[in-house]
């Protein structure tokens, strides 16, 4: 059982350039959720969405968006990337009253 | 935006001793979720707590949902060199799907 997955693992973006972060699950459930954890600061709620066909905005949406493709699959972009952007990127998983199963993780850097 | 103030932020102590931390919010939330995070690794689930004044164990770990549920606190007794990590709170805002996290406290246990 895969839980959930996020692809790359590892990017290297040059400031600018675009990319899509990837996040699938395999638990059937309702609720996706992108973070980012900047050293000192935790984990900060980017966009979530509660089901599918729904997404809103987190703690710190800007200069983000997101598609949840279908109930499997939410995806993270980044139009035009910025330095201050460089951080870990977590993707997780939930239902109502459940805990949030969580990926690896993206490292990304934004040079 | 919605903040959990998670003390302290970090913490040193002897191998045998117990720890207390704790989290706090102006806002209302329905659920409070303790997890630890290693290295390279996304957060893992330690105990979670479903209603107002719950008291919950889980082996050497306890934990405590606010009766006012805008905070909870997290205690490990014994402490040993594996409990070495970062330990956030996260709860769910009352009434909504935002799953939001703590600080973090970094823990420490010298041997």
């Known amino acids: 059982n895969a839980g959930v997955t996020q692809t790359p693992k590892f990017q290297v973006l040059k400031t600018g350039q675009s990319m899509t972060l990837q996040c699938a699950q395999d638990m059937n459930h309702n609720s996706m959720y992108w973070y980012r954890q900047d050293p000192g600061m935790g984990l900060r709620l980017i966009y979530y969405s509660a089901s599918e066909g729904t997404t809103d905005k987190g703690e710190v949406p800007n200069g983000y968006n997101v598609s949840r493709l279908n109930k499997r699959e939410f995806s993270l972009r980044l139009e035009s990337a910025a330095p201050s952007q460089t951080s870990v990127y977590f993707c997780?998983?939930?239902?109502?009253?459940?805990?949030?199963?969580f990926g690896q993780g993206t490292r990304l850097t934004v040079v | 935006g919605q903040q959990l103030n998670q003390s302290p932020q970090s913490m040193f102590i002897q191998e045998g001793e117990d720890v207390s931390m704790n989290c706090t919010s102006s806002s209302i939330f329905n659920t409070w979720l303790w997890y630890k995070q290693e290295p390279g690794e996304g957060p893992v689930l330690l105990i979670a707590l479903y209603k107002a004044g719950e008291l919950t164990s889980n082996g050497r770990l306890t934990a405590q949902f606010g009766i006012t549920r805008k905070d909870s606190f997290l205690n490990i007794s014994a402490s040993i060199p594996s409990d070495v990590g970062i330990y956030f709170c996260?709860?769910?805002?009352?009434?909504?799907?935002?799953?939001?996290f703590g600080t973090g406290t970094r823990l420490k246990v010298l041997a």
């Open positions: 997780a998983s939930r239902d109502l009253n459940t805990e949030a199963f």
């Open positions: 996260a709860g769910c805002l009352s009434g909504t799907y935002k799953y939001i």
